[in-house]
């Protein structure tokens, strides 16, 4: 094995020191949308049992100092983290969905969430939310049923073990199916 000089090593601590620390958020939420319009082809609004679970997402979320919203280009997904993000003035990030490739847009929302500080709420779909759970560190779990719109699952990304937990919110769901949540 090759052995640094005293002024290597130095070297190579100083530039490491140098090098930004990989910023975590501290907690992240993850829902999906809330209900959707039966009309509205393939991207419907929230019906109004969606807008009333939207509110109810911003009256649970409201304590928790969110300062960072990300979504698709959904209207249903912008308009479930709407209430949340026009109480805080906040920007919803908006990461693109792709057509056949939810692994990659499942990655670029992790990264999204993983350059961000303090409190993320994320807003997906019923195929997205468990595995962006699984791509922050979080537990693999069942996608959510179609009929699923009362989880909120908390994410405590820096916490050594990874820290996590569901919680409903709104009105109650559906039973759900055999094999999702």
């Not at 094995?1 to 490491?16: D, E, N, P, V």
């Not at 907690?27 to 509110?55: C, F, T, W, Y």
């Not at 979080?138 to 919680?167: D, I, M, N, Y």
Request: glycine share 8%; aromatic share 4%; hydrophobic share 50%.
């Amino acid at each position: 094995m090759k052995r640094l000089s005293f002024l290597s090593a130095a070297c190579l601590l100083a530039t490491s020191l140098a090098l930004p620390a990989r910023a975590l958020p501290d907690l992240v939420i993850v829902v999906r949308h809330a209900e959707k319009a039966a009309e509205g082809g393939n991207d419907p609004a929230l019906s109004p049992a969606g807008e009333l679970r939207a509110q109810a997402l911003a009256q649970s979320l409201a304590g928790l100092r969110v300062n960072a919203v990300v979504t698709t280009q959904y209207q249903r997904t912008s308009a479930t983290a709407a209430p949340l993000a026009q109480a805080l003035g906040l920007q919803p990030q908006v990461i693109e969905t792709r057509p056949g490739d939810m692994p990659g847009h499942v990655q670029a929302v992790a990264d999204a969430v993983r350059a961000q500080t303090g409190a993320v709420l994320v807003v997906g779909h019923s195929n997205t939310v468990t595995p962006l759970l699984a791509a922050l560190g979080g537990p693999k779990l069942p996608e959510l049923c179609e009929t699923s719109f009362q989880h909120a699952f908390v994410l405590q990304p820096a916490a050594v073990p990874l820290r996590w937990a569901r919680f409903s919110y709104g009105a109650p769901g559906a039973a759900p199916e055999a094999g999702c949540l």
